[in-house]
Structure formats: structure tokens, C-alpha cells
């Protein structure tokens, strides 16, 4: 078996807006601004997530977490100040260019530099990036310690993916001759997905980002 899991992962742990439930991450239902916020803010609150992360396990981008709370409510009030960067339209976050552009500009106004690797997955056969491609990305960011946010446009067979919807990667691992799984933070989560079977099924593709 071959794993590929970011380390200090326990920096994705945090608490939910009163402070007494853990929450793997940021959750979407806390945006407080609007019923909007809380319907199309997935992309923002993934990369909450990956900034939450970086600020903490790397010392020169401390400044991207600028109120330097961890808890529900400091996630809460970062996600907010995301959202003016990695902004959603009317239906939604739909394009990684968008989120990585996003992220970028929000490290720019921090002046420091993030850089962002994308892999567009397409749903048309004749365009779709060959698996082992695919899972060479996921393996090559995560080794170098890079999170992913990743996008689906459609979840396919998948049963505990939303479609039209980002999450934060941040492992996978394979066995011979099986499926790869990822894990995922959504909404407050740690679980596993059938990444090979999402890939298989797609009828919309999407796309992986990472950030470092």
C-alpha cells in the first residue's frame, strides 16, 4: 500500500462556533452574513481550511491568519475575510481559476506569494487526463506537503460527495490492482472517498488545486 498524508494534521482540528463540539475544519453553515454564504460558500471555506493550514506549520505565512484564532469563531471571522477573495457568484464557485486566482491575490495582500498547481480533470473521454496522471498529481503535491482543494462537478457513483461542491484533500493512498482513496475535510469532517471511482463516474469532471 502506498499513503501520501499531510503531516501535523491535528492543525485541521478545531472547535464549532460555541466551542465545545470538534470540528475537522471549517464548516460552510457558519458564514453568517447570508442564506447565500451558507449555500455557495464551499469554496471559500476550502480555502480557509488550506490557509488555517499553512499559517500554522509554516512560520513565514503566520500573517495569512491575521486575527491568530483557531477556534470556530476565528474560523468564522477568517472565512468572511476569504470570501472578498475567493468569491462566489450566483451559482457559486465554479471556477478553479477563479478559487486559485483568489488565493493568490489574498497572499498578495498579505505580501507573500502563494503559488498554486492546478489539474483540470475534464468529463470528455477524448480530453480526460490519464488516471496515472491523475493520481501522480495527488501523490507529488502531498508529498511535498502542498493541500489540495478539490472540485466536483459531478460526484458520479459516489454516495458521500456532494456534486457542485469543493472540499480540502489532504491524503491518498492506493493498493495494487484497487481503487485510490482520498481523504477529505467537509463541513467539519474527516472522512474517506473512492477518489478512482469519482474519476471513473464523473459526468461533469472538475478539477484539483494545490496551494504552497
Not at 66 to 85: D, H, L, P, R, V
Not at 118 to 126: F, G
Not at 186 to 195: P, R, T, V, Y
Request: hydrophobic share 35%; net charge neutral; proline share 4%.
Amino acid at each position: 500500500m502506498t499513503k501520501f498524508l499531510l503531516p501535523n494534521l491535528d492543525y485541521f482540528r478545531t472547535t464549532d462556533l460555541t466551542n465545545t463540539n470538534p470540528s475537522w475544519g471549517a464548516d460552510q453553515d457558519w458564514f453568517l452574513s447570508s442564506d447565500f454564504h451558507r449555500k455557495a460558500g464551499c469554496g471559500p471555506t476550502t480555502a480557509t481550511n488550506i490557509l488555517a493550514y499553512l499559517s500554522q506549520t509554516q512560520p513565514e505565512y503566520t500573517p495569512l491568519w491575521s486575527n491568530q484564532n483557531y477556534t470556530g469563531a476565528g474560523y468564522q471571522q477568517m472565512m468572511e475575510k476569504i470570501w472578498t477573495f475567493v468569491t462566489p457568484k450566483r451559482l457559486g464557485l465554479y471556477s478553479f481559476k477563479d478559487f486559485s486566482g483568489g488565493i493568490q491575490n489574498y497572499g498578495k495582500s498579505h505580501n507573500l506569494s502563494l503559488k498554486t498547481r492546478i489539474l483540470d480533470i475534464s468529463y470528455q473521454w477524448a480530453k480526460k487526463l490519464p488516471w496515472e496522471q491523475v493520481e501522480r498529481f495527488l501523490k507529488t503535491e502531498l508529498e511535498a506537503q502542498n493541500p489540495i482543494a478539490f472540485l466536483n462537478y459531478s460526484n458520479g457513483n459516489l454516495k458521500n460527495l456532494e456534486s457542485w461542491h469543493w472540499v480540502t484533500l489532504i491524503g491518498y493512498q492506493s493498493l495494487p490492482n484497487q481503487n485510490g482513496s482520498a481523504t477529505i475535510i467537509d463541513n467539519g469532517l474527516l472522512f474517506e472517498i473512492d477518489f478512482k471511482n469519482w474519476y471513473q463516474s464523473t459526468l461533469l469532471g472538475g478539477a484539483l488545486v494545490s496551494v504552497k
